[in-house]
């Protein structure tokens, strides 16, 4: 069980140039989200999900994309970096409010370090 | 608007002293409050919660819904507990799950 995993773990760009990021997650969990992590600002929530298919704006979205074909995938995009993106991201997820023992916990992940040029 | 306020950025205290970190939080409804963790090199993980009321790795945290506080308490302080703590607030709206987090505090504990 490997839990919340991201892909890459490490990724330099220069301005202007595009990327993927991928959260994988293998709890069956429902609901998943993106972070940014900057220093004196804590992590902000990028955009996150409720379900296979379905996206949301969170608080920071300006310049991402993402999407969610898969349950067990949620993709994050940057279109044209910019030095601003420079940030750790982090990806979580967690079950349905409904789940028994779920308690709200969302589950991290180790977290992509992104040096935007 | 719902939000947290972790006003120290950095707490340094020597090995054995106790530690406070501060959290507050603004929300008219009834808050679900979680404290995280994030070790040096390692991802974020659950500290507590406060519906829990439980202790782990000896801290505790107690919701004072007349101050709007939730802050994080040990009484004697360890190497092993420096780390970046966030604070951070169930959002109220509909089923979403969001957490809002503070600024967090980087804790330093000196031998």
């Known amino acids: 069980n490997a839990g919340v995993t991201q892909t890459p773990k490490f990724r330099v760009l220069k301005t202007g140039q595009s990327m993927t990021l991928l959260c994988a997650q293998d709890?069956?969990?429902?609901?998943m989200y993106w972070y940014r992590q900057d220093p004196g600002m804590g992590l902000r929530l990028i955009h996150y999900s409720v379900g296979e298919g379905t996206t949301a704006k969170g608080e920071v979205p300006d310049g991402y994309n993402v999407s969610r074909l898969k349950k067990q995938n949620f993709l994050l995009g940057l279109e044209s970096a910019a030095p601003s993106q420079t940030s750790v991201y982090f990806c979580?997820?967690?079950?349905?409010?409904?789940?028994?023992?779920?308690?709200?916990?969302?589950?991290f992940g180790p977290g992509t370090r992104l040096t935007v040029l | 608007a719902q939000r947290v306020t972790q006003p120290e950025k950095l707490l340094s205290v020597f090995k054995g002293a106790p530690v406070e970190l501060k959290c507050n939080y603004s929300?008219?409804?009834?808050?679900?409050l979680f404290w995280y963790v994030q070790y040096s090199r390692q991802r974020l993980q659950l500290l507590l919660r406060h519906i829990s009321r439980e202790s782990i790795k000896g801290f505790t945290a107690d919701l004072n819904k007349g101050e709007t506080s939730f802050h994080l308490k040990k009484p004697f302080a360890q190497e092993e507990d420096s780390a970046m703590y966030y604070c951070a607030l169930l959002h109220g709206s509909s089923n979403t799950g969001k957490l809002i987090f503070g600024q967090g505090t980087t804790l330093q504990v000196k031998p």
């Open positions: 709890m069956n969990h429902e609901y």
């Open positions: 929300y008219s409804g009834s808050p679900e």
């Open positions: 979580a997820s967690r079950p349905h409010s409904g789940t028994s023992g779920s308690h709200n916990e969302q589950f």
